[in-house]
């Protein structure tokens, strides 16, 4: 069974610091997609990485995909209160393109 | 506004209750989905449809009853549901099944008493 870890779970810091979220496995993706989820709301796609050590940025957000296509960090420069919410990555298998396995994501709380 | 609708946004049940969830997207997709999110758990996909007929059954319990009458509504029919089935029950579309982005709609609230 293919798993996705996620850490830290839980993550508050103070409006303006930087973090990184790591999404962790033993198995091989096709591709890795990072969403975020605000309360009351669905996951909304923020990235798909497809290719070993690519890197992605999104204002001040950088993703990255490991060299072995086994895992993803996701890093938030100088964060900012509308940066709170659920941050979930999903990878794609290799054997089935629609059935995305998800992590159990970080919850992030940014205070002002 | 994702474009994907959910409801009810809340419903509370009885465990001898029968009840359904819908789900409408107006992306002119031809795929859907239902995820289950518990709160301790990863998001577990349940059932996709591709234009109306079922590709997946994720081993869901058969309390569990999905309908797609068309390709932009879905329906998860429940009948005597656990206390462990209390959860945000999420409904996706995607244009295609495979590596196309897939847009969720805001979820129903489950809880079973």
């Known amino acids: 069974t293919q798993l996705l870890e996620q850490s830290p779970q839980f993550l508050s810091i103070q409006e303006g610091e930087n973090l990184t979220v790591y999404c962790n496995s033993s198995s091989v993706f096709s591709s890795l997609q990072w969403y975020r989820q605000e309360p009351g709301e669905g996951p909304v796609l923020l990235v798909t990485?497809?290719?070993?050590?690519e890197v992605k940025k999104l204002k001040r957000l950088t993703f990255q995909f490991g060299d072995a296509r086994k895992d993803s960090s996701l890093h938030i420069t100088a964060a900012q209160p509308g940066d709170t919410g659920l941050y979930l990555c999903a990878g794609e298998p290799p054997d089935s393109s629609y059935k995305l396995i998800f992590g159990s994501g970080t919850r992030l709380l940014v205070r002002p | 506004e994702t474009g994907v609708t959910q409801t009810p946004r809340h419903l509370v049940m009885g465990m001898t209750n029968k009840k359904s969830l819908k789900c409408e997207q107006h992306l002119g997709h031809n795929a859907m989905y239902w995820y289950k999110q518990s709160a301790k758990k990863p998001l577990e996909l349940m059932f996709v449809?591709?234009?109306?007929?079922?590709?997946e059954n994720n081993s869901v319990p058969s309390r569990f009853s999905p309908e797609c009458p068309n390709s932009s509504h879905l329906f998860l029919h429940l009948h005597t549901l656990q206390p462990e089935d209390s959860a945000l029950y999420l409904c996706a579309s995607s244009q295609e099944t495979g590596t196309d982005t897939q847009y969720f709609g805001p979820g129903t609230r489950l809880t079973v008493l």
């Open positions: 990485v497809v290719t070993g050590g």
């Open positions: 449809y591709s234009l109306e007929e079922r590709v």
